[in-house]
């Protein structure tokens, strides 16, 4: 319920503060209170409830029209028709047919995400650091303390559980967050509040983002010292071996940070449709450009392999690529100005 | 489900029925819109809102502070003569909509 009040406050902040408009955002709260409390009485679970209550809330203008405070001036501040209906608080969807994304599925996406980071980058550190066993093992095996069989053996036997876990993280992750795939593809429609709300989200999470990369970046600095130090203070294979261990370990978990952090924040990124998710490239990307580029780059190999092998002429064929760069280039705009 | 501009010019009238018994508050009101359409109108909370502030301005309805048992301060509102005498009119004004348009919907049986 944060949320929408939140949301409320934040619509309301755009018309003066009069008691009309004070009486109209406490006879809207209040209406919206008691019927969250309704659905969670018949059974729905809080995001549900939330959602439902956003999609009857209807558009703040008309009130405001009633009360002679008609038309928003601003418009031209916003970039796009999402942001000026969101901002108007038009939270009841009656337009293109697009997917909408409802307050409960935003938020169990981020959800999942979070667990996603979390499983993918103890993954990939599992993968680094897969050989570490093996190496400790053969190092210990130079200094005698286990023969060399023995130490081959268990090597290769954790580094095999250690990637068999990993892939098995890497499938769960995966069919997890399977079903969120829709929202990177498809141009969907997210009412203000969720909007809203996702964007404060996004916005508490990065100061974690930024700790989580300087965490990374310094661990995987560290990581070169056991190398380091190995090299300078022996270099024979008993020493060499664990220290090259200790620094995958540790250039494994700089990565798990590396990854958890750009999880995480891919999620905002997917949800605000923003960047390379954004409605422009998946509009681009409806209306066949996309296809065409996959195409044209394998059709452009093929060519360079059969010319390249039939003339012989290595040292020349690699011209076809700049060709072909130039060309799509010259396609590209031709495309573009035909829209 | 019917969308707010198809019924627009009725919300009035729906809103004016549900107060002739007895008076409501805004929760309320809603509520039994939904029920009474049997879910195939859900009116938005701002359209709610909107009406019954244009119903109050035109005198067609009293608002007053209420207590429910909860302790919650509510908005109640009751309706007035000029309310009844105005739902009378847009009861005959619907039945006079519905005779002429009734004209011009084709009958899907005499295809």
Redesign the interface.
């Known amino acids: 319920m944060e949320v929408i009040k939140n949301y409320l406050e934040s619509i309301f902040l755009a018309y003066p503060n009069t008691p009309e408009t004070q009486r109209a955002k406490e006879e809207l709260w209040a209406m919206m209170e008691d019927r969250f409390g309704e659905l969670i009485r018949e059974g729905h679970n809080e995001n549900e409830a939330v959602g439902i209550v956003l999609g009857e809330f209807g558009n703040v203008e008309e009130i405001m029209r009633d009360l002679g405070y008609g038309g928003r001036e601003e418009t031209a501040n916003f970039h796009s028709a999402e942001e000026f209906s969101s901002a108007a608080g038009d939270t009841g969807k009656e337009n293109s047919g697009e997917k909408t994304v409802t307050y409960q599925e935003a938020v169990e996406y981020v959800q999942e995400m979070e667990k996603a980071g979390i499983k993918i980058g103890l993954g990939v550190w599992m993968c680094v650091a897969s050989p570490s066993v093996l190496l400790l093992m053969l190092g210990l095996s130079f200094s005698r303390v286990i023969s060399q069989q023995a130490a081959v053996a268990l090597g290769i036997t954790a580094a095999a559980v250690l990637v068999a876990a990993a892939v098995g993280l890497f499938l769960y992750s995966g069919i997890r967050v399977q079903k969120y795939g829709v929202l990177k593809e498809e141009m969907f429609w997210m009412d203000g509040a969720t909007r809203q709300y996702m964007e404060e989200l996004r916005d508490a999470f990065r100061p974690v983002f930024t700790a989580h990369v300087i965490v990374g970046t310094v661990i995987c600095i560290i990581s070169v010292i056991p190398i380091l130090a190995g090299a300078v203070l022996s270099g024979a294979e008993e020493v060499m071996l664990p220290s090259i261990s200790l620094s995958l370990i540790l250039a494994g978990l700089g990565v798990f940070f590396f990854i958890n952090a750009g999880c995480r924040h891919s999620c905002y990124t997917v949800l605000l449709q923003e960047k390379e998710y954004s409605r422009e490239k998946k509009e681009k990307k409806r209306n066949g450009w996309k296809s065409f580029e996959d195409t044209y780059w394998i059709l452009v190999t093929a060519l360079y392999f059969l010319i390249s092998f039939g003339t012989r002429r290595w040292g020349s064929t690699w011209i076809l690529w700049i060709v072909a760069a130039a060309f799509n280039e010259f396609m590209g705009k031709r495309m573009r100005r035909r829209r | 489900m019917i ?2 501009d198809v019924i627009r010019g009725y919300n009035d009238t729906i809103i004016l029925f549900l107060l002739l018994k007895s008076p409501s508050y ?2 309320e009101i ?2 039994r819109i939904r029920e009474m359409s049997g879910g195939k109108y ?1 009116i ?7 009406a019954v ?2 119903l109050e301005k035109n005198g067609c309805v009293t608002s007053f502070a209420g207590n429910e048992n909860s302790g ?1 301060r ?2 109640y509102y009751r309706i007035t003569e000029k309310g009844r005498q105005y739902y009378r009119e847009k009861c005959q004004e619907w039945s006079l909509v519905k005779e002429v348009v009734s004209h011009f919907i084709a009958d899907p049986t005499e295809e």
């Not at chain 2, 938005?44 to 909107?50: A, G, R, V």
């Open positions: 969308s707010s805004g929760y809603s509520k859900i938005k909370e701002t359209t709610l809102y909107s502030t244009r919650k509510r908005t």
